[in-house]
T-cell receptor, first 114, second 110 residues
Framework: SQTIHQWPATLVQPVGSPLSLECTVE??????LYWYRQAAGRGLQLLFY??????ISSEVPQNLSASRPQDRQFILSSKKLLLSDSGFYLC?????????????FGQGTRLTVV | QKEVEQDPGPLSVPEGAIVSLNCTYS??????FMWYRQYSRKGPELLMY????GNKEDGRFTAQVDKSSKYISLFIRDSQPSDSATYLC??????????FGKGTTLSVSS
């Protein structure tokens, strides 16, 4: 069966510090991968998605970037965090044709920028 | 008009009640309709997935889609305290990522 791992679960970082969140998927090949952010009262916002190694699409201009160095690894980064980057970050994957099926989520990383 | 609208609640019901959760949408190109359940501080988990109008049942859960009215519902029968969570509706059209509602918070008291 497929599993998705996301870490860390909780992170407190000072303003201006760098960020690296990692997500890996097991049990499937060539998954579509996604990074979402969930802010209180604002629902789930798609940040990035990837249909293959090195292929990243950005949905919203951000202080964030994403990379996919391996087939089942997706990384969310920032060079300098802002207070507004605080939120609950979720990695997800889906199978099949690009984005044509349901998505399965990791357990999330709660980021607090102080 | 927003693409997806979902009443945030909170919705409080006693154990055993029938719960009705609803979303409306404006984009007629949406082809896939989903409901996710999210417990506090956890990632969303997929509950129901359908692509046609009508009802789909899975245990105590029934998903209903009305494409003509652009309206989807999730019914929970015999609600349990363990059903207390936030429920997110989600929509997609071919080749795009999921678009989520903001979620409805449900509390079931014993």
């Amino acid at each position: 069966s497929q599993t998705i791992h996301q870490w860390p679960a909780t992170l407190v970082q000072p303003v201006g510090s760098p960020l690296s969140l990692e997500c890996t998927v097991e049990g499937t090949s060539n998954p579509n991968l996604y990074w979402y952010r969930q802010a209180a009262g604002r629902g789930l916002q798609l940040l990035f998605y990837s249909v293959g190694i090195g292929q990243i699409s950005s949905e919203v201009p951000q202080n964030l970037s994403a990379s996919r160095p391996q087939d089942r690894q997706f990384i969310l980064s920032s060079k300098k965090l802002l207070l507004s980057d605080s939120g609950f970050y979720l990695c997800a994957w889906s199978a099949g044709l690009p984005m044509n099926t349901e998505a399965f989520f990791g357990q999330g990383t709660r980021l607090t920028v102080v | 008009q927003k693409e997806v609208e979902q009443d945030p609640g909170p919705l409080s019901v006693p154990e055993g009640a029938i719960v009705s959760l609803n979303c409306t949408y404006s984009n007629s190109a949406f082809q896939y309709f989903m409901w996710y359940r999210q417990y506090s501080r956890k990632g969303p988990e997929l509950l129901m997935y359908t692509y046609s109008s009508g009802n789909k049942e899975d245990g105590r859960f029934t998903a209903q889609v009305d494409k003509s009215s652009k309206y989807i519902s999730l019914f929970i029968r015999d609600s349990q305290p363990s059903d207390s969570a936030t429920y997110l509706c989600a929509f997609k059209k071919a080749g795009t990522a999921l678009i989520f509602g903001k979620g409805t918070t449900l509390s079931v008291s014993s």
